[in-house]
């Protein structure tokens, strides 16, 4: 199995920017999608980017053109750069790993709060 831990979350004001980072350990780290989901209070967890093993990416439409994911296979990371944050940002964030399509694991989460 693979195991995730994620870092970096914070509080950044409207417009500012963090860098959350997601470790794994455990399987082989290139073979997964890995993904950042995140979810506020009251709301669904939502999938809000993704990149393949194959370093194909996609986002939500919410946060198309501010969050970037990327990966480093070498130092088993997945992160997530998110930049011009607004306030409906907040949430816990989640990274997680899959393979073909299937959900295998997930960290515990990172508090994002974008406020003033």
């Known amino acids: 199995q693979v195991q995730l831990a994620e870092s970096g979350g914070g509080l950044v004001q409207p417009g500012g920017s963090l860098r959350l980072s997601c470790a794994a350990s455990?399987?082989?780290?290139?073979?997964?999608?890995m993904g950042w989901y995140r979810q506020a209070p009251g709301k669904q967890r939502e999938l809000v980017a993704a990149?393949?093993?194959?370093?194909?990416?996609n986002y939500a439409d919410s946060v198309k053109g501010r969050f970037t994911i990327s990966r480093d296979n070498a130092k088993n990371t997945v992160y997530l750069q998110m930049n011009s944050l607004k306030p409906e940002d907040t949430a816990v964030y989640y990274c997680s790993a899959s393979k073909t399509l299937v959900l295998v694991a997930w960290g515990q989460g990172t508090q994002v709060t974008v406020s003033s």
């Open positions: 455990g399987s082989i780290f290139s073979a997964y999608t």
């Open positions: 990149i393949t093993s194959g370093s194909r990416t």
